[in-house]
């Protein structure tokens, strides 16, 4: 009876042991790995030699400059011999040889934080792995990327990484371009030894565009160095210790910066993705099309993802001398506009005051037959600012046929001057502001009107302590400015040499001066451009190898507008008019215009302008067309088509040249090949892709200004930073900003 009980006993004990220590996994590696003794003993170990490879190509394209050929030092890195320039990092030295290392923190465009570690690698004499991101290179240092102790290193750091990561790759909108996925299925272990509770955090409210899951965050703090540096808002920020530390906001509230997005593309994993697009689609269903952004005057380039007829996403491509590889929030997330309130079918108005869906046959023949008995003085084309300059070449050669020399691009004024290019165009060219030391804002609040060139700005501002002065209304800027005055009253004191800024101006290296566009709306823009001039004289801003006279203008068709001489004939010809042709342009004030003219309105979307149509002529939005646009600095760049167009909508140009054909004045172009043929001889530039046309005259042969200049103050150009087009108003997405972030 003794025995048997103690055989149970004994059996039962086992059991417990046994259970206790069966979740326990062995994880079975290289005998090299197991320890540093046998590793070394290995390396000790004669082994035959082998030839090394021949060298890589640099990672990414990444190119090296020598200011100074007297700072180039060498490294080795896998055997091979890398001249690099003083001051590199290792990972730098890594990627100009052609070897890619993993990282998580490390963003070339933020400041150095070091905190992922999976960066190791090993440096010859060094008792342990280098943070290769934040250890500079220097001379003859021998770097190893591959050795099993580099390789054992980063196996640990992925596994510390994955403790408290959750298993959601099936449902995260991440899964498929997720950094943590592809350099734990390159560098790390397969399996952990991790079989504790995973940790959970509260997720975050960052406003309607930002959707947080803080959970997945690694605490790599890049949008924390993203929101402190590049965006210059305080509203992210590292909370708690150890295991309880977390990104958040320092108290509740929403992230209300306009380049907020760009934390979504500079997250390694889904903690931070996109709200309006979670749940869509996955990126390998997407098509991508490289395109750019018409939204305002950079032309940011961008990337837009379609599935079938419809956008899915909008995001940045990388170009240095435009937007680097950020975009703007309207950039972003205005694309569920381009499929809201859009025209699809040719209308034409009722006696009933109803619009009436027709062929594009009838429509056109209404819309010509009246064209042919109004007198010539009496017809009056506008523009709009999604406007390519295909279209507007186009338009202009049907009016002028017509008689009628009454055509101008909306947001370039009833008056505008188009003879000396230097008056419209950011000279200095958006990557040569960052060479400025001195910022004079003249009625222009770049954060609002351009937010790319305002990162720009704030970039030199944060590198080489660049003075800003700013003249107009009460404004947010997102860096350190000083606030002259809110007119041309202080303008004037500086161009006379009465104000305590002219020193300022007078002793910078390079300064720069940038006028707002929407000074082209005042009657005394002559005057204002006259004492802007003057003050870039006696400062010495335009010299022969600096131009730092700019014009910051606000949509993407004025400066190609402009160079076609979009020009009107009389600055009150709409009052006249009876025959007003709008090709996308809602943005004109109508109310002008006399009850009894006969209003085409030619574009994509159902806004303001549509109301007081006639006959309504469908036609493709950017996103559905090829078409040419000149940006603020003068590059012109072009658009392709990513989605087909919607309903019976057809090409801008090609309903102008059918209805020329209808009027029987037959423009002398079938194809998009022959229409850019007949711009060559009105402005070749615009067929120079991705080239800057410098202008060729500056403030030298202006004459001098009589007229007087008004004394009332500046007023911003832009009100609502999210609704400035018909493809904005258009978006619910932008709506929720509008409502949401503007309260903040």
Sequence with gaps: MGLGLLASRTLKSSRILHSQYSRFRPIVTK????????????????????????????????????????????????????????????????????????RFCYHSRLSIAG?????????????????????????????????????????????????????????????????????????????????????SVVDKNLGPLVKTVMTRCIQCTRCVRFATEVAGVQDLGMLGRGSGEEVGTYVEKLMTSE?????????????LTSKPFAFKARNWELKGTETIDVTDA????IRI??????????????????????????????YDGLKRQRLNDPMIRGADGRFKAVSWRDALAVVAEVALHVKPEEIVGIAGQLSDAESMMALKDLLNRMGSNNVWCEGTGTNPSADLRYRYLMNSSIAGLEKADVFLLVGTQPRYEAAMINARIRKTVRASNAK???????????????????????????AEGRHSFCSAIFNAKNPAIIVGSGLFEREDKEAIFYAAETISKNGNVIRPDWNGFNVLLLSGAQAAALDLGLVPESSNSIESAKFLYLMGADDVNLDKVPADAFVVYQGHHGDRSVYRANVILPSAAYSEKEGTYENT??????????????????????????????????????????????????????LNVDEIEPATFGPSLSIDCTQEINLTPFKAAIENFYMTNSVTRASKIMAQCSAMLLKE
Excluded at 78 to 86: A, C, R
Excluded at 133 to 141: D, E, K, S, Y
């Design 31 to 102: 005998p090299e790995l197991q320890s540093p003794d046998s590793s070394s003993a290995a390396a000790a170990a004669p082994q035959p030699e082998t030839t090394p490879s021949p060298p890589k190509k640099p990672v990414g394209g990444a190119r090296i400059h020598f200011t100074n050929p007297d700072d180039a030092i060498e490294v080795f890195v896998d055997g091979f011999l890398v001249k690099i320039p003083k001051g590199m990092t290792v990972l730098q030295a890594c990627e100009i040889a052609g070897v890619d290392i993993p």
């Design 115 to 199: 905190n992922c570690r999976m960066c190791l690698v090993e440096v010859e004499k060094s008792p342990k792995p280098v943070a290769s991101c934040a250890m500079p290179a220097l001379p003859g240092m021998k770097i190893k990327t591959d050795t099993p102790l580099a390789k054992k290193a980063r196996e640990g750091v992925m596994e510390f990484l994955l403790m408290n990561h959750p298993l959601d790759c099936p449902i995260c909108d991440q899964g498929g371009e997720c950094d943590l996925q592809d350099q734990s299925m390159a560098f790390g272990s397969d399996r952990g030894r991790f079989t504790e509770m995973k940790r």
């Design 259 to 271: 380049l907020s997005g760009n934390v979504i593309d500079i997250c390694p994993v889904g903690a």
């Design 298 to 301: 950079v032309g940011s380039n």
């Design 305 to 334: 993802d379609s599935r079938g007829p419809e956008v899915m996403r909008i995001l940045p491509r990388l170009n240095e001398d435009i937007n680097e590889e950020w975009i703007s929030d309207k950039t972003r997330f205005c």
């Design 468 to 494: 800003v002065g700013y003249i107009g209304p009460p404004a947010d800027f997102n860096y350190d400015y000083q606030h002259l005055g809110f007119g041309p009253k202080t303008l004037l004191e500086i």
């Design 633 to 686: 600095e003068g590059r012109t760049q072009q658009t392709l088509p990513a989605v087909p167009t919607v309903g019976d909508a057809r090409d801008d140009w090609k309903i102008i040249r059918a209805l020329s054909e209808v009027s029987r004045i037959c423009l002398p172009y079938d194809t998009l090949g022959s229409l850019r043929s007949r711009m060559r001889t009105v402005a070749p530039n615009l």
